[in-house]
């Protein structure tokens, strides 16, 4: 198996084949939407700026995030985890 192989997985021409059906089935899905490739770029341009803009704003409503998911989650772990270790012992 030759480094390329080994890399993406396949032959160059069964890879080649399989990026055409694959970019085949995304350009009739985009198409169907109405999308376009500068639709998506910009609309990542557009998220970057808006998550820059929003500075440390944003990294202390995500810590808020994970201490509210953290109040539930964490509680639930446990007890799952509890309930199966009185099964298993």
Known sequence: MTAFERFFGDSPLRVAIKLLILSLLVGVVMSAFGW?????????HDFVLRI???????LGRFGDYVLVGAAVVVPV?????ILSWRRQG
């Open 36 to 44: 376009t490739v500068w639709d998506i770029w910009f609309g990542l």
């Open 52 to 58: 820059w803009n929003m500075g440390f704003a944003a």
């Open 77 to 81: 772990f446990l007890v799952l985890r």
